[in-house]
């Protein structure tokens, strides 16, 4: 889901959101002096928007909402109200019918399963580079910092990302206790 950031199925969607609209609020009031959330209806949908006060360097308004059974986090109303556009055409892709994850997932036992995940790491990739590659140089432009590196010789995202596959992690039982597993792109490099 490219410009989306976070995806997550919930049971009882209207309650997350109002926890979460609580607790941006009681930020806001306590601790970061200007942040709230505002409502914002988009084809019978709420979206719920972060409104962060005036004086941060860059310019995004974090939203959220539930659409059926799923949470979505996005960095602005537009990507979100996209995203609702996408799923009204019926215009979403199946993740479990893309060959990448149909060969993640023969590696998963068929027996003993306690958890599982996937990810795809190329999308991924793909919706954070181009966010941080915007976002950094503005705001190194608010502050004294800077980078040794020109932001403008960065490879393109494609360039990185052609090289990237599904990530993989499930749990099992085993006689002692559990076994966890995971098969990605980024190995133990990362930690």
Same mark, same amino acid.
């Given at each position: 889901?490219?410009?989306?950031?976070?995806?997550?199925?919930?049971?009882?969607?209207?309650?997350?959101?109002?926890?979460?609209?609580?607790?941006?609020?009681?930020?806001g009031?306590?601790?970061a002096?200007?942040?709230?959330?505002?409502?914002?209806?988009?084809?019978?949908?709420?979206?719920?928007?972060?409104?962060?006060?005036s004086?941060i360097?860059?310019?995004?308004?974090?939203?959220?909402?539930? /659409?059926?059974?799923?949470?979505?986090?996005? $960095? #602005?109303?537009?990507?979100?109200?996209?995203?609702v %556009? @996408?799923? *009204?055409?019926?215009?979403?892709?199946?993740?479990?019918?893309?060959?990448?994850?149909?060969?993640?997932?023969?590696?998963?036992?068929?027996?003993?399963?306690?958890?599982?995940?996937?990810?795809?790491?190329?999308?991924?990739?793909?919706?954070?580079?181009?966010?941080?590659?915007?976002?950094?140089?503005?705001?190194?432009?608010?502050?004294?910092?800077?980078?040794p590196?020109?932001?403008?010789?960065?490879?393109?995202?494609?360039? /990185?990302?052609?090289?990237?596959?599904?990530? $993989? #992690?499930?749990?099992?039982?085993?006689?002692?206790? %559990? @076994?966890? *597993?995971?098969?990605?792109?980024?190995?133990?490099?990362?930690?």
């Open positions: 889901l490219p410009a989306i950031i976070g995806v997550a199925r919930v049971q009882n969607g209207g309650r997350v959101v109002d926890c979460l609209d609580k607790i941006i609020g009681y930020v009031t306590t601790f002096d200007g942040v709230k959330v505002t409502l914002q209806e988009y084809k019978g949908y709420q979206l719920h928007q972060i409104e962060l006060p004086d360097p860059f310019s995004v308004t974090p939203c959220f909402a539930t /659409i059926g059974d799923e949470f979505f986090f996005a $960095l #602005s109303p537009g990507d979100l109200k996209r995203h %556009g @996408r799923l *009204e055409k019926g215009d979403m892709a199946d993740i479990t019918s893309k060959g990448d994850f149909q060969r993640c997932f023969s590696k998963v036992p068929k027996d003993g399963v306690t958890a599982l995940g996937y990810s795809d790491v190329r999308k991924d990739f793909e919706s954070g580079y181009g966010q941080i590659v915007g976002i950094v140089p503005m705001m190194l432009m608010a502050t004294d910092v800077e980078l590196i020109d932001m403008a010789l960065l490879p393109a995202q494609e360039v /990185i990302s052609q090289h990237l596959y599904g990530s $993989l #992690s499930f749990s099992t039982k085993a006689s002692n206790g %559990g @076994r966890m *597993e995971s098969y990605g792109p980024l190995g133990g490099e990362v930690a």
